[in-house]
């Protein structure tokens, strides 16, 4: 049994403030023995007209850093959205022009496990992420972590409209797709998110754990959806934490029943 911590935050502008929810969500994790901690996507920092290099923090920065501490004292791995400095160069090459939305992986010793880097950015419904972010390479190893018996995979916000991102995830090992997202509110968005987390769940025999940003402009709305496409948890609009136990075994169960998996024709290309 695996047991995971969901945080549904407001994140604020201030990244020092940002720090001590970050202080208070492993606090939380912590007293529910949970393995692991899941925070949204710009947890370090998030303006809701827009993040972009302002925001950025280097790997060893204060963000990350603070993950690390505090994973090593309670002895809880994190994931969590930030915000890293791109690798273009800006004009006159004075730093980089752009950030990158990243989720970094930290284990339950304060080891960064590794980092994901946004390959799908949202330029969509009026909005325009690629004029502040640059994409993460579509062909980088999937970021995958071993928790317990499972093995959790990451995407983030706009992948999720993707299919053969999470696919792809799951082609790496993946039996938990955790999806850190500010998913922005607008007409019909809460029911697109409710509906492509139990959609990527379904197809890919795999639970998935969504977990959203609370606050002004974006949805909330954390939801867990199992192999089975039954939701078993789902939240409202307001700042919370959760905390699930995963079976392996169940899953496993779904997995011989629906080989879908084993059943398919099509790989994953990255292009």
């Known amino acids: 049994m695996t047991r995971v911590t969901v945080a549904q935050v407001t994140v604020a502008d201030d990244h020092e403030a940002n720090r001590y929810m970050v202080a208070d969500a492993f606090e939380a994790a912590a007293g529910v023995d949970a393995d692991l901690l899941v925070l949204p996507e710009y947890a370090s920092g998030y303006h809701r007209h827009g993040v972009g290099i302002e925001h950025a923090e280097p790997l060893d920065g204060p963000f990350v850093t603070t993950l690390r501490t505090l994973a090593a004292r309670h002895g809880v791995g994190v994931v969590a959205g930030t915000t890293l400095p791109g690798g273009e160069p800006g004009p006159d090459d004075d730093g980089p022009r752009r950030a990158v939305n990243a989720v970094v992986a930290v284990g339950p010793d304060g080891d960064l496990v590794g980092v994901y880097r946004k390959v799908h950015l949202y330029d969509a419904f009026g909005t325009r992420e690629s004029d502040r972010l640059e994409p993460g390479p579509a062909d980088a190893e999937p970021l995958t972590v071993r928790v317990g018996d499972l093995t959790f995979g990451v995407i983030t916000c706009y992948d999720l409209r993707f299919p053969e991102s999470a696919r792809r995830v799951v082609d790496a090992g993946a039996d938990v797709l955790v999806v ?65 136990d995963l079976d392996p075994d169940g899953l496993a169960v779904v997995r011989r029943a629906n080989p879908s998996l084993a059943n398919r024709r099509y790989t994953v290309v990255p292009r």
């Open 180 to 244: 850190p997202a500010a998913w922005v509110d607008g007409p019909l968005k809460a029911e697109h998110w409710r509906t492509l987390l139990t959609a990527r769940a379904i197809e890919n025999t795999a639970v998935v754990i969504g977990v959203g940003m609370a606050g002004k402009g974006v949805t909330g709305r954390s939801l867990l959806a199992g192999p089975d496409g039954v939701v078993g948890l789902e939240l409202d609009e307001r700042p919370q934490y959760r905390t699930v």
